[in-house]
Nanobody
Framework: QVQVVESGGGLVQAGGSLRLSCAASGSILSIHDMGWYRQAPGKQRELVAIVTSGGSANYGNFVKGRFTISRDDAKSTVNLQMNSAVPEDTAVYYC??????????????????WGKGTLVTVSA
């Protein structure tokens, strides 16, 4: 019904910048929270940043002002600008959205939608 797809991952040197993007598609009515999570090898998935439909953003403690999350509701997208990257930022980054959509039957549904992830590697 609906899906989200991440893009923008890759290799970056320590101290460098990277911009991740995520776009939702489908019969979307509205999107509430949009967020980014990450999972490093051998570790649990953790919150990177989340932005509400009202524009309020919260970040994981490790971000310390280095990342900025932004959303564009007209395009159903959320971005994560990563600056001052460190090797510890190496992980698979996942996009997550709470999406209200119209089902094939015409009913209004809500779904917690996750992308497949994009790999970010920060070299020392």
């Amino acid at each position: 019904q609906v899906q989200v797809v991440e893009s923008g991952g890759g290799l970056v040197q320590a101290g460098g910048s990277l911009r991740l993007s995520c776009a939702a598609s489908g019969s979307i009515l509205s999107i509430h929270d949009m967020g980014w999570y990450r999972q490093a090898p051998g570790k649990q998935r953790e919150l990177v940043a989340i932005v509400t439909s009202g524009g309020s953003a919260n970040y994981g403690n490790f971000v310390k002002g280095r990342f900025t999350i932004s959303r564009d509701d007209a395009k159903s997208t959320v971005n994560l600008q990563m600056n001052s990257a460190v090797p510890e930022d190496t992980a698979v980054y996942y996009c997550q959205m709470d999406i209200w959509y119209r089902s094939d039957s015409g009913a209004t549904r809500v779904m917690d939608v996750w992308g497949k992830g994009t790999l970010v590697t920060v070299s020392a």
